[in-house]
């Protein structure tokens, strides 16, 4: 007489890395992106956001902030230093970031950045047409989404899973994060698939893109059932 639920197992997703590594003006999300000061990693804008004359690059905590106070005034490159950035490509400075908690469940892997670019931003993602509404839902099993992203660039996916608890491996001082609330998608791509966890730094969009989908956390390979 109760609620049936299925259960699935995963192990721990890994990160990679992957194209969208160029320098990009005017700005706009799905390219290579890092705090000045971070030499080895790089991470993507997954959007760009206007608000009180202002405009702030979207990305996450792991890859502006490292979860760590001190990140906060520091200046951002695009591309990252990894993707050939120098300091002439300096594009904003880190205002805010969401505090990542270790031993617990996450939801939210977000970090900003005021963009002091003078000239006006792209708001549309790298390889798509158009930019995104203000409007966005979570997507429903069985939808089709699309997305741009810094570590794998274009890509679509069926969505399989949506509220999905997964583990994520980030570089140090992080370590393994526990995230809910994720949306798991089989990847369409050359004919093949694989079931992935969309890129958390990566903007993915509704097959009709008259709303975007949430932004993610996660920037990750699939995890291995």
Excluded at 56 to 78: I, K, M, R, T
Excluded at 96 to 105: A, C, S, T
Excluded at 145 to 167: C, D, I, P
Excluded at 168 to 187: E, F, H, K, M, N
Aim: charged share 15%; proline share 9%; hydrophobic share 40%.
């Amino acid at each position: 007489g109760g609620i049936r639920v299925e259960v699935q197992f995963s192990e721990s997703a890994r990160f990679f890395h992957a194209p969208h590594t160029e320098r990009v003006r005017p700005l706009q999300p799905g390219v290579s992106c890092i705090p000045a000061h971070l030499t080895e990693f790089a991470g993507t804008i997954g959007a760009l956001l206007l608000s009180g004359g202002r405009t702030f690059l979207v990305s996450c905590n792991h890859v502006l902030a490292l979860n760590h106070p001190a990140a906060v005034g520091q200046l951002v490159y695009q591309p990252a230093w990894i993707d050939g950035g120098t300091p002439a490509d300096q594009v904003g400075v880190v205002t805010h970031f969401d505090p990542i908690e270790l031993g617990v469940i996450n939801r939210r892997d977000l970090a900003l950045a005021e963009v002091f670019l003078p000239d006006p931003v792209n708001l549309t993602p790298l390889d798509f047409s158009s930019p995104p509404l203000e409007a966005y839902r979570v997507p429903d099993i069985g939808e089709v989404v699309f997305k741009s992203g810094r570590t794998t660039g274009f890509t679509s996916g069926l969505v399989v899973e949506v509220n999905a608890l997964v583990n994520v491996d980030y570089p140090p001082p992080i370590g393994r994060i526990s995230w809910s609330g994720t949306t798991r998608a089989l990847r369409m791509q050359s004919g093949a698939s694989s079931l992935r966890t969309f890129d958390a730094r990566s903007f993915p969009w509704l097959e009709v893109p008259r709303e975007t989908h949430a932004l993610h956390r996660g920037g990750c390979n699939p995890p291995q059932r």
